[in-house]
């Protein structure tokens, strides 16, 4: 697979001197996950951009663009809306981060690659299209599924979410639209709350949202058996265009805010999955993972997988700190 990376330091800066779970030191650990496999001079990179902002008023509304670049503006230290930590730079960061996975989308869907790897900060799936939450401003994943509609002609999108916390920016964004498909599994009871079994969609959207909430304690058993029984059949169903990946990490073992029990090679598998949806045509976009330990393995493991290589070549290679 041609697999390519989307990451620049400017990803770095949002929370910069603030402590936060959230941290720049999580993109550090990215980075360094990659160079230690030996995959990060061999990705070809995509640029970041700025988004615009018709692309943003893909997903939100024009109020929330208002205020959250004046919250910004004012340096208070959390936007207005709801509980997610700014600094003077966020807004800039942002839309950074949203642009930048906008250009994966050219990139994969005008076959300059087969699946990229975003390495964004701030993650995107808590932002509703009117209230940013959680750790988020900007629907990262939302926008490119909406972007590659809009753009490129992608008639269904699917996007798989496995990060701990139950994505319902992106749930709330597409209930009711049936062009998008949003899959997840999370953790149970925790934040935001969201994300029950029946929570299924609305109106045209009927039967394309599919939640499995797990309780804490939960790992490869049950994860990679709803992906295979459930999100495997139901994408031969759907035949998507386009598969997005939110791409949390905070669902590996030892990660702090959540008590899943994925391995690397959990991660690794679970990508295999995924990508034998739509030929392999995947964005993967960084949303959680807060252990910089735990982030840097995973995410290794991850992109690993969405070149091709298997778990030995991994292993071998951060032994060697030979390329893959």
């Not at 496999?37 to 951009?49: E, H, K, N, Q, T």
């Not at 004012?74 to 942002?94: E, K, Q, R």
């Not at 009871?189 to 939640?211: C, I, V």
């Not at 290794?300 to 290589?309: K, S």
Request: with cysteine.
């Amino acid at each position: 697979m041609k697999t390519a990376l989307m990451a620049d330091p400017i990803f770095r800066e949002h929370l910069a001197g603030r402590q936060h779970p959230e941290r720049p030191e999580r993109f550090d650990a990215v980075m360094h996950g990659l160079a230690q496999a030996g995959l990060l001079d061999r990705l070809p990179r995509i640029d970041s951009r700025a988004a615009t902002e018709e692309e943003l008023l893909l997903c939100h509304t024009p109020e929330y663009l208002r205020i959250a670049r004046r919250d910004v503006a004012s340096g208070i230290p959390y936007l207005s809306t709801g509980d997610t930590d700014i600094t003077p730079n966020s807004w800039d960061v942002a839309v950074r981060a949203a642009g930048g996975v906008l250009a994966a989308v050219d990139a994969v869907l005008t076959g300059a690659a087969d699946n990229v790897f975003c390495a964004v900060r701030p993650p995107g799936h808590h932002a509703t299209a009117s209230r940013g939450m959680g750790f988020c401003l900007l629907n990262n994943i939302a926008l490119a599924a909406r972007y590659a509609q809009r753009k490129h002609g992608i008639s269904r999108a699917m996007i798989v979410d496995w990060d701990v916390h139950h994505g319902n920016g992106t749930q709330e964004i597409f209930y009711r639209d049936r062009s998008v498909f949003f899959f997840s599994t999370h953790q149970w009871p925790l934040y935001p709350g969201t994300g029950r079994a029946d929570e299924t969609g609305e109106g045209e959207g009927a039967g394309t949202t599919m939640n499995f909430p797990f309780p804490a304690g939960s790992g490869r058993h049950e994860i990679l058996q709803a992906v295979e029984n459930s999100l495997l059949p139901a994408a031969a169903r759907y035949q998507p265009d386009l598969v997005l990946i939110s791409a949390g990490f905070d669902s590996r073992a030892g990660d702090l805010l959540g008590r899943f029990t994925l391995t690397d090679a959990d991660f690794a598998d679970l990508t295999r999955r995924v990508m034998e949806i739509a030929s392999g045509r995947v964005i993967s976009v960084l949303e959680g993972g807060y252990s910089l330990e735990g982030l840097s393995a995973a995410s290794a493991a991850h992109v690993c997988a969405l070149c091709g290589a298997d778990d030995r070549s991994l292993s071998s290679a951060r032994g060697s700190g030979r390329a893959l």
